[in-house]
């Protein structure tokens, strides 16, 4: 296990020289999905392993989320169409997509660096980096339950992704078309509105048109993530909660972990803080800024709630069923900064946008109200592999992405680690890119 010694200054640096063995210790910092996988993969690869987390388990964007594994829809944020939207965000805060009127120039370095990327040329390259992923994002879960992580995933046989128009649906289904020209393997089918209240009675008579999505799956991600963490310390991992770091120094032969309750000393580090990667990696040449994108959702009783994953895919709301008696709403990208609390009228806006389409929700029964921070990158890509300094790490920046990608990028960044080689499917991710 790494060693707790007494606390010590954060500094980063970086060095040229990588180590000259394959590290028998690491310290992974975030203990949300992404975190997680990484230990669980790590430990795979008989690394002794330490979690370091400032509150618990799925404290972050990894619990309140709408828990679709959906490979077909996991697709590059930065799109022409997000301009569009991105406009009349500036004017509507009822948009689904806000950015709050403030003077900040981290987020206009964002955005301008985000604009950049809404090309449909920078689409295309992003998004054939997507498709490579995506085929392999499925297999990585039914790892985890082959070896010992108890809480399922779910077939969502079909989810649906519903529309007012069929209008509406063709610009949905022009953007499947688009991802399968990518790379994308998607097995859909355009249904009417009767058809899809067949299959899912709580839509409602304003549903006029739908797709029918095959192949995809869903989870309870409050609950998967927890029995990730059982997962990691039944093979011997140790997760620190409550315990906060503030900085990493290389120290040549490893890493000094300082920490709220001291310092930690490991061989290498992860850093997997989600929102909050900033901080941590700049020292270590990490220049492509984490920026919150925040998500908002809350519970209402299953009954009269959808029984399927459901999208109501112009509004940009979210419905997944949890088990346990509740269906999740989730909706809203909030551009603001991570640590702000809940704003009641982002609620009141997924409401106002999901009530005259689906009937028999109860919304006053509503509980969980919840607000997370997806970490965008201005590209849209995770960043997954070493800094500057060959002993510290990055997995994070997944956006909207994290639940289906995370279990795979603990699994391609553990094998880097282990091996020394990095696989190949990581080259577009570079964290120093
Ligand atoms: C409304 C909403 C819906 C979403 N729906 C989906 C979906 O359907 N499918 C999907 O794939 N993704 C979805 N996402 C995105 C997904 O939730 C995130 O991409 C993912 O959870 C990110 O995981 P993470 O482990 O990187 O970050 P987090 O889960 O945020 O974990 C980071 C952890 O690091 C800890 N931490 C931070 N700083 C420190 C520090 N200094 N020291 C110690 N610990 C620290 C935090 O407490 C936190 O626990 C959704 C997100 C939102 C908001």
Redesign the pocket.
């Given at each position: 296990m790494p060693s707790a010694t007494g606390s010590s200054r954060a500094t980063g640096s970086s060095r040229a020289t990588g180590p000259s063995r394959p590290p028998r210790s690491a310290i992974v910092?975030?203990?949300?999905?992404?975190?997680l996988a990484t230990a669980w993969s790590l430990r795979n690869h008989g690394v002794e392993v330490t979690v370091?987390?400032?509150?618990h388990p799925?404290?972050?964007?990894?619990w309140?989320?709408?828990?679709?594994?959906s490979p077909a829809l996991t697709l590059p944020l930065p799109e022409p169409a997000a301009l569009r939207y991105g406009l009349r965000s500036l004017v509507s805060p009822e948009s689904p997509v806000y950015v709050p009127p403030r003077p900040d120039p981290r987020l206009a370095r964002f955005l301008l660096s985000f604009t950049r990327n809404c090309t449909p040329r920078r689409w295309r390259v992003l998004a054939a980096t997507f498709a490579t992923l995506n085929r392999h994002a499925l297999e990585a879960y039914d790892a985890l339950a082959a070896d010992g992580v108890a809480e399922p995933t779910r077939p969502a046989e079909p989810c649906l992704l519903a529309f007012r128009t069929a209008a509406e649906r063709a610009a949905m289904a022009e953007e499947l078309e688009q991802a399968r020209a990518a790379g994308f393997s998607i097995a859909y089918e355009p249904i009417d509105g009767d058809r899809a209240r067949e299959l899912e009675p709580t839509l409602g008579d304003g549903i006029g048109a739908a797709l029918e999505l095959h192949g995809q799956r869903y989870l309870n991600?409050g609950n998967f993530v927890r029995a990730l963490a059982d997962a990691v310390r039944e093979r011997g991992g140790e997760i620190l909660e409550r315990?906060?770091?503030?900085g990493i120094r290389d120290l040549g032969q490893g890493v000094a972990v300082t920490t709220s309750r001291g310092q930690l000393r490991a061989d290498v580090a992860v850093v997997?803080?989600?929102?909050?990667l900033d901080g941590?990696v700049r020292p270590f040449g990490v220049r492509v800024p984490v920026q919150a994108g925040?998500?908002?959702?809350f519970s209402v009783p299953a009954e009269g709630a959808p029984t399927r994953p459901t999208y109501l895919a112009a509004q940009k709301v979210?419905c997944t069923p949890l088990g346990e008696g509740r269906v999740r709403v989730?909706?809203?990208m909030e551009l603001a900064p991570v640590e702000r609390p809940v704003d009641p009228r982002r609620i009141q806006a997924i409401i106002a946008a999901a009530r005259p389409l689906l009937r028999g929700i109860d919304w006053e029964a509503r509980k969980d109200t919840w607000v997370?921070?997806?970490?965008c990158t201005p590209d849209g890509l995770p960043l997954v592999g070493a800094t500057a300094s060959p002993r510290v790490y990055v997995n994070?920046g997944?956006?909207?992405?994290?639940?289906?990608?995370?279990p795979l990028s603990g699994r391609l960044l553990a094998d880097a680690i282990a091996t020394g080689t990095s696989p190949a499917e990581l080259a577009p991710l570079h964290p120093l890119r």
């Amino acid at each position: 296990m790494p060693s707790a010694t007494g606390s010590s200054r954060a500094t980063g640096s970086s060095r040229a020289t990588g180590p000259s063995r394959p590290p028998r210790s690491a310290i992974v910092i975030g203990a949300g999905m992404v975190g997680l996988a990484t230990a669980w993969s790590l430990r795979n690869h008989g690394v002794e392993v330490t979690v370091v987390e400032r509150r618990h388990p799925a404290a972050g964007a990894s619990w309140g989320n709408a828990g679709w594994l959906s490979p077909a829809l996991t697709l590059p944020l930065p799109e022409p169409a997000a301009l569009r939207y991105g406009l009349r965000s500036l004017v509507s805060p009822e948009s689904p997509v806000y950015v709050p009127p403030r003077p900040d120039p981290r987020l206009a370095r964002f955005l301008l660096s985000f604009t950049r990327n809404c090309t449909p040329r920078r689409w295309r390259v992003l998004a054939a980096t997507f498709a490579t992923l995506n085929r392999h994002a499925l297999e990585a879960y039914d790892a985890l339950a082959a070896d010992g992580v108890a809480e399922p995933t779910r077939p969502a046989e079909p989810c649906l992704l519903a529309f007012r128009t069929a209008a509406e649906r063709a610009a949905m289904a022009e953007e499947l078309e688009q991802a399968r020209a990518a790379g994308f393997s998607i097995a859909y089918e355009p249904i009417d509105g009767d058809r899809a209240r067949e299959l899912e009675p709580t839509l409602g008579d304003g549903i006029g048109a739908a797709l029918e999505l095959h192949g995809q799956r869903y989870l309870n991600p409050g609950n998967f993530v927890r029995a990730l963490a059982d997962a990691v310390r039944e093979r011997g991992g140790e997760i620190l909660e409550r315990t906060e770091v503030s900085g990493i120094r290389d120290l040549g032969q490893g890493v000094a972990v300082t920490t709220s309750r001291g310092q930690l000393r490991a061989d290498v580090a992860v850093v997997a803080t989600g929102a909050w990667l900033d901080g941590l990696v700049r020292p270590f040449g990490v220049r492509v800024p984490v920026q919150a994108g925040r998500g908002y959702s809350f519970s209402v009783p299953a009954e009269g709630a959808p029984t399927r994953p459901t999208y109501l895919a112009a509004q940009k709301v979210v419905c997944t069923p949890l088990g346990e008696g509740r269906v999740r709403v989730a909706g809203m990208m909030e551009l603001a900064p991570v640590e702000r609390p809940v704003d009641p009228r982002r609620i009141q806006a997924i409401i106002a946008a999901a009530r005259p389409l689906l009937r028999g929700i109860d919304w006053e029964a509503r509980k969980d109200t919840w607000v997370g921070a997806r970490p965008c990158t201005p590209d849209g890509l995770p960043l997954v592999g070493a800094t500057a300094s060959p002993r510290v790490y990055v997995n994070g920046g997944h956006g909207m992405w994290g639940v289906a990608l995370g279990p795979l990028s603990g699994r391609l960044l553990a094998d880097a680690i282990a091996t020394g080689t990095s696989p190949a499917e990581l080259a577009p991710l570079h964290p120093l890119r």
